[in-house]
């Protein structure tokens, strides 16, 4: 009877042990499933955009014989001379059977208008071309560039195309005479931004990021760890430090559109700050990223066994000495991780930065904190908005610039916290 009620009370064990493994199996096939799920869905997104985005690293360019007549040219104004004039005369000779006006418009239209500068740039670096003939490749139409790229088709009614037979036969010619190819796009990461989508570039917005984030590390590292370590180290624990800390885990939650109103609100409207400059977006992005490098900071600062502490004060040495010499060269590593990542987000961060007016048109390269300038994701915005077939590609390919440099910092702050945490 003894021995029947153990062999029942074991069967009993045996079935539970049994249904908690299951669920234990189920449990993790359904983690592993949701990861998969993640990163398929993550791969599509990275297909998707690097599939819209990679032809954006080549443009179409066209070989054209310039005949720099000197007669065109006045040394002392060689701003004034018309190069516009040289890229249609040329267009004039490869295609001499061309007579009518309006064919001759739809000619000129498969060079770029920025062909006329790329001409006035040689001169200006080299005047002894005045007088001569010059084969030179000069950036081709956006509509020349997307047809050959295969984004506009060419079997369908010339009514549905923004090219015309004749100009779809001038292409097929100059291709058959070797004078249009895809090359490097080397404009898209030299020049700033354009109307005209071959001539627009990513390197005013890079330089733009670049200054807005050096005015926000320069500003949030140094406030954000002093003030995690006075909240940490110094600060008596009362009703005014816990509702400090309360508001510094809200600050990190709020919206960040919220910090763009707050800077348009104080720093230009009531300190009369440049609109859309990096000075300025560096501030936002800065009351933006204090509470996520405070909260690392601190949480950093907590890691660090107070036996160091201890050991430190026991030697004779004071508080300060403690902190500045022990403890802060160890809670660094997680402090700098915190920085980074903090960095990251305000690299990404668009919405505030619409806020005060840094999504202007703005053409030339910013020089410094003071210029008018934009960053890469409101460039991105700006493009999205643009109607043109070729700014599509740009954008993707603009996406996939700043996701290399999220990864790329977000990589460095792994890599600095494995070099060089301590685990105690």
């Known amino acids: ?34 990861i998969i799920t993640s990163v398929a ?48 005369a040329s267009m004039r000779e490869l295609f001499p059977n061309v007579k009518g006006r309006q064919d001759k418009r739809k000619l000129y239209k498969l060079a770029s208008t920025g062909a006329s ?31 050959l790229k295969g984004y506009i088709p060419r079997d369908v009614p010339e009514s549905d195309r923004r090219l015309t037979d004749k100009q779809v036969s001038w292409i097929d010619q100059l291709v058959a005479d070797g004078r249009l190819e895809k090359k490097f796009n080397m404009t898209f990461f030299t020049a700033g931004d354009s109307r005209e989508p071959e001539l627009a570039g990513i390197r005013g917005a890079a330089v733009g990021s670049l200054f807005t984030l050096a005015v926000t590390l320069l ?4 406030i954000g760890v002093a003030t995690a370590v006075y909240l940490e180290e110094f600060a008596p624990k009362n009703k005014w430090t816990d509702l400090i800390e309360v508001n510094i885990n809200n600050l990190a939650a709020v ?7 707050l800077g348009l609100a104080v720093f230009l409207n009531v300190f009369g700050m440049p609109r859309s400059a990096p000075l ?11 509470p996520t490098i405070i909260i690392a900071s601190r949480a950093s600062l907590k890691s660090v066994p107070p036996s160091i502490r201890e050991a430190a004060l026991g030697v004779g040495a004071s508080k300060m000495q403690a902190i500045t010499h022990h403890i802060l060269p160890l809670a660094m590593p997680g402090m700098m991780t915190g920085t980074i990542i903090g960095m990251a987000q305000a690299l990404g961060e668009t919405a505030p ?42 954008t993707s390919a603009a996406i996939m610039v700043l996701l290399a440099f999220l990864i790329s910092m977000n990589a460095f702050a792994v890599f600095m916290r494995r070099k060089f945490e301590r685990r105690w």
Do not use: C
């Not at 919206?255 to 109103?261: D, K, N, T």
């Not at 904190?369 to 890469?376: A, G, I």
């Open 280 to 290: 300025v977006g560096g501030l936002v992005l800065t009351l933006m990223t204090l």
């Open 1 to 34: 009877m003894n021995s029947d009620k153990k062999e029942s009370t074991m069967d009993k064990v045996n079935r539970g042990l049994a249904k908690r493994y299951r669920k234990e199996r189920r449990f993790r096939l359904f983690g592993l499933g949701a």
């Open 353 to 394: 930065l619409l806020m005060i007016g840094m999504v202007a048109f703005i053409v030339d390269v910013p020089g410094s904190v003071t210029d008018p300038s934009t960053v890469l994701p409101v460039q991105i915005y700006l493009w999205a908005d643009s109607p043109e077939r070729a700014f599509v590609e740009r």
């Open 219 to 222: 500003l949030s590292f140094p």
């Open 41 to 88: 869905f993550l791969g599509l997104l990275f297909v998707s955009i690097a599939a819209n985005g990679w032809t954006a690293f080549q443009q179409t360019e066209i070989l054209l014989d310039i005949h720099f007549d000197a007669e065109k040219f006045d040394v002392d104004a060689l701003a004034a001379a018309d190069y516009g004039a040289l890229v249609k």
């Open 255 to 261: 919206p960040s559109i919220v910090f763009g109103l």
């Open 117 to 147: 500068y790329a001409l006035q740039d040689m001169v200006a670096s080299d005047t002894s071309i005045i007088g001569t003939t010059r084969k030179v490749w000069l950036p081709a139409d956006d509509e020349v560039d997307m047809f």
